[in-house]
């Protein structure tokens, strides 16, 4: 019997929140922020969907979970082409080789892995090769919907992907990736979704 796997290692009041929306920008439905005073505050994401990430169909299903829930933290979102890339190499790895690990048979965690592609992240971030301050991933599930709800159920991959503590919430940048391949792996489904923080930012 296939078994569905996961992994992942390791509110203040808001008075005023401007922004500027630039070209290409979506608001998607409204956050919810509980103020000290039990009072609630409205929060829009700001969401650049960029063409460039060319996500699919699913790893599009992902990405609208990950903007749209209302316990999101962060309060915008940017798809960022070069973090999909190694989102979607990564879960293709997996499938092909046949593991379920932050770390790939090399020896290479994804802090390393998004930094060989050259994505700058900031150099508080762990030099390990097999760091990962940036990565959840899941195996076995059928569907967006179901992978999500088992990311949920997770207390660790909810704390990285709706960014319930601050070093989450500063990791704007998204990149998700999916395969499904059916032949020659244990799990059949591979999801992966990196949250990042660019030292340029």
Known sequence: MKTQQLSFRQSRP???ICFIIVL???I?????AKADSGSKFYIPIAVNKST????NAQEQQIETMLVTDANQQRPEMVCNSLLSRVARERALDMA????????NPDGHGPNFMVRE??????????????ANNIESIAAGFSTAEAAWDGWMN???HRKHLLAEIPFYTEQIEYGIGYVNISDGNTY???????????DQQ
């Not at 460039?52 to 996500?55: A, E, S, T």
């Open 154 to 156: 997770s207390p660790s």
């Open 14 to 16: 808001i008075s005023c």
């Open 24 to 26: 290409c920008t979506v």
């Open 188 to 198: 059949h489904y591979y999801w992966v979704v990196l949250t990042a923080k660019s």
């Open 52 to 55: 460039n990430c060319q996500l």
């Open 117 to 130: 592609a050259g994505y700058m992240l900031p150099d508080s971030y762990s030099n390990a090769a097999d």
């Open 96 to 103: 092909t080789r046949d593991y379920f690990d932050h770390v």
């Open 28 to 32: 998607v439905p409204a956050n919810v």
